[in-house]
T-cell receptor
Framework: DARVTQTPRDKVTEMGQEVTMRCQPI?????VFWYRQTMMQGLELLAY????????DSGMPKDRFSAEMPDATLATLKIQPSEPRDSAVYFC???????????FGPGTRLTVT | AQSVTQLGSHVSVSEGALVLLRCNYS??????LFWYVQYPNQGLQLLLK??????LVKGINGFEAEFKKSETSFHLTKPSAHMSDAAEYFC??????????FGSGTRLLVRP
């Protein structure tokens, strides 16, 4: 049963610390998405990659967030420095050409104190 | 530009009653439409999708949705609600070649 995996599942950190979230897309999927979900804003698209190249990161705060795909099996989302307003659940999703539905990971719940 | 509107942020039904969750879309191209479900502390899971084939789409867990072009709607239904259906439901429309635009979600409460 192919699934998107995300680590860590939960992260509590202090304001100002660096946070790195990792995602392993479904094997063979070439498009990876990062979302953030909060009660106030709902589900927001932060960035997405196709064939490891960033296609759109306009949803990300540029000064503190960065997203990369070091290889086809790993996507990372970094926040440096973290702030309390970054507290949210961050989801990774993947899809492949010709298949428009996205498959979501279980999420990383980030709490910044 | 593509968008979806989900009417009703919360819907409450009794166990065994009909479930109807509403979604209206706007799309400048033939739409591909999706319903996702999110259970507490989990990611979104695909329920069903419409990709220009049959207008009545059947999904998992007894859900189905009907694409109505004249009404620009893609409402989700289930004849008989079960307690395990309590979750948040998201409607989405394809945007461009890769993106999905999600609605704001509808939380379904099932009363015993």
């Amino acid at each position: 049963d192919a699934r998107v995996t995300q680590t860590p599942r939960d992260k509590v950190t202090e304001m100002g610390q660096e946070v790195t979230m990792r995602c392993q897309p479904i094997l063979g999927h070439n498009t990876v998405f990062w979302y953030r979900q909060t009660m106030m804003q709902g589900l927001e698209l932060l960035a997405y990659f196709r064939n490891r190249a960033p296609l759109d990161d306009s949803g990300m705060p540029k000064d503190r967030f960065s997203a990369e795909m070091p290889d086809a099996t790993l996507a990372t989302l970094k926040i440096q420095p973290s702030e309390p307003r970054d507290s949210a659940v961050y989801f990774c999703a993947s899809s492949t050409d010709g298949v428009y539905e996205q498959y979501f990971g279980p999420g990383t719940r980030l709490t910044v104190t | 530009a593509q968008s979806v509107t989900q009417l009703g942020s919360h819907v409450s039904v009794s166990e065994g009653a009909l479930v109807l969750l509403r979604c209206n879309y706007s799309s400048s191209v033939p739409p591909y439409l999706f319903w996702y479900v999110q259970y507490p502390n989990q990611g979104l899971q695909l329920l069903l999708k419409y990709t220009s084939a049959a207008t009545l789409v059947k999904g998992i867990n007894g859900f189905e949705a009907e694409f109505k072009k004249s009404e620009t709607s893609f409402h989700l239904t289930k004849p008989s609600a079960h307690m395990s259906d309590a979750a948040e439901y998201f409607c989405a429309v394809r945007s461009g070649s890769y993106k999905l635009i999600f609605g704001s979600g509808t939380r379904l409460l099932v009363r015993p």
